[in-house]
Every structure is written in structure tokens, then in C-alpha cells.
T-cell receptor, first 115, second 110 residues
């Protein structure tokens, strides 16, 4: 399968714990995006990378959230001191930067439940 | 905030055309109209995008009005597998984020 993969698919944690999610983009896609989706809402943008550089962060990304893409390939999203309001689906997407190609390919998401 | 307005839900009979409208009255000259859909428990999937001309691909057709203030996504022969939430998004091409609204929940029935 050459699509975007995310791990884990489901995570249940207790309030106050730290969690880390991983995203593996499609090979050679140099743009990588993180979104968050709560029930009944469309996905909300969190942050994106061009190669290893983090180019934009949403105000939704509080100081408890950090994202990295150290080698310009896979990315991790860490949430520290989780809160019940962090319960959501976390989606990763990737895209190439080729002229005429402007499609973001989404992974299946990681569903986080904070108890 | 999303720059588009879509109906909350629509129904369509299997085999019939599904026509999903979208209003984007404040669209700028350099903004494209994109459509994505999200089948239950999956990530969103790109469908089509266009600037001002009508576009067609293997999945759907996109009809954009001459004043570009609205558009319609057409699924020519809807199947049960087309049941999903459909999002209309306006955005400058090759920019960064997608801004999703709440979309239209399309239910295709037998």
C-alpha cells in the first residue's frame, strides 16, 4: 500500500498523559499536513511542513502540541498533558509540489480518546 | 472560517445523478473551487477542482457559474458507495491548508 499511513489507528489515554502519533506520507511527497476532526465537524488545519521545515501553525496548536518532521519524511505529532477536549480524529495528509498537481492525500487518521 | 455554504444533507436514488450545490459568493479571482469527500471512518478524498471552466474527471463533473459565485458537483450515476460527506472548499492553488466547512451529507438509497 503506497498511501499515507498513520499509527496508531486508535489511542485511549488518561487525562494528563502524553501521546505521540506518527504519519508516514506518500514517498517523495514533500508537503505534510496535520488536521484535527471532532464529531460532526469538518477537519481543522493544525500545521504543515515543506520537507523538514514547519511553515505554518494554527492557533489551535497550543503549546501542549508539537509536531516534527526531522528528516523530511515521516512526521510525529505529540500532545502533552492531554485534556478531554483533545479527543478527536487526527488526520495526516501529504502532497507533492508539482505544477498542476494540487491534491492532498489523506491517511486513515488516529482516533484519540482522552478519559 | 470556511468561505462556502452547502446544504446540510441531501438524498439521492442509486443510479440517478447527484447534484451537490455550493455557494462561494466572496471567492477571489485567484481562488479555485475544490471538492473533497469523506466516507465514514476514512480520511477525506480529493474529487475535483476548477477555476472557472467546467471540469470533468472519472469521478465527477464540476459546473461553475459564470460569475463564479456558486458551483455544482455532479455525480452522474450515484452508487451506494458514494454515501459520504462532501466538502466544497475555495482556495488559492498550491497554497497550504484546506479550510473545511461542515459539508453536505449525501445519502444514496437503493
Amino acid at each position: 500500500d503506497t498511501g499515507v499511513s498513520q499509527d496508531p489507528r486508535h489511542k485511549i489515554t488518561k487525562r494528563g498523559q502524553n501521546v505521540t502519533f506518527r504519519c508516514d506520507p506518500i514517498s517523495e511527497h514533500n508537503r505534510l499536513y496535520w488536521y484535527r476532526q471532532t464529531l460532526g465537524q469538518g477537519p481543522e488545519f493544525l500545521t504543515y511542513f515543506q520537507n523538514e521545515a514547519q511553515l505554518e501553525k494554527s492557533r489551535l496548536l497550543s503549546d501542549r502540541f508539537s509536531a516534527e518532521r526531522p528528516k523530511g519524511s515521516f512526521s510525529t505529532l505529540e500532545i502533552q498533558r492531554t485534556e478531554q477536549g483533545d479527543s478527536a480524529m487526527y488526520l495526516c495528509a501529504s502532497s507533492p509540489t508539482l505544477t498542476g498537481v494540487d491534491e492532498q492525500f489523506f491517511g486513515p487518521g488516529t482516533r484519540l480518546t482522552v478519559l | 472560517d470556511a468561505k462556502t455554504t452547502q446544504p446540510t444533507s441531501m438524498d439521492c436514488a442509486e443510479g440517478r445523478a447527484a447534484n451537490l450545490p455550493c455557494n462561494h459568493s466572496t471567492i477571489s479571482g485567484n481562488e479555485y473551487v475544490y471538492w473533497y469527500r469523506q466516507i465514514h471512518s476514512q480520511g477525506p478524498q480529493y474529487i475535483i477542482h476548477g477555476l472557472k471552466n467546467n471540469e470533468t474527471n472519472e469521478m465527477a463533473s464540476l459546473i461553475i457559474t459564470e460569475d463564479r459565485k456558486s458551483s455544482t458537483l455532479i455525480l452522474p450515476h450515484a452508487t451506494l458507495r458514494d454515501t459520504a460527506v462532501y466538502y466544497c472548499i475555495v482556495r488559492v492553488i498550491n497554497t497550504d491548508k484546506l479550510i473545511f466547512g461542515t459539508g453536505t451529507r449525501l445519502q444514496v438509497f437503493p
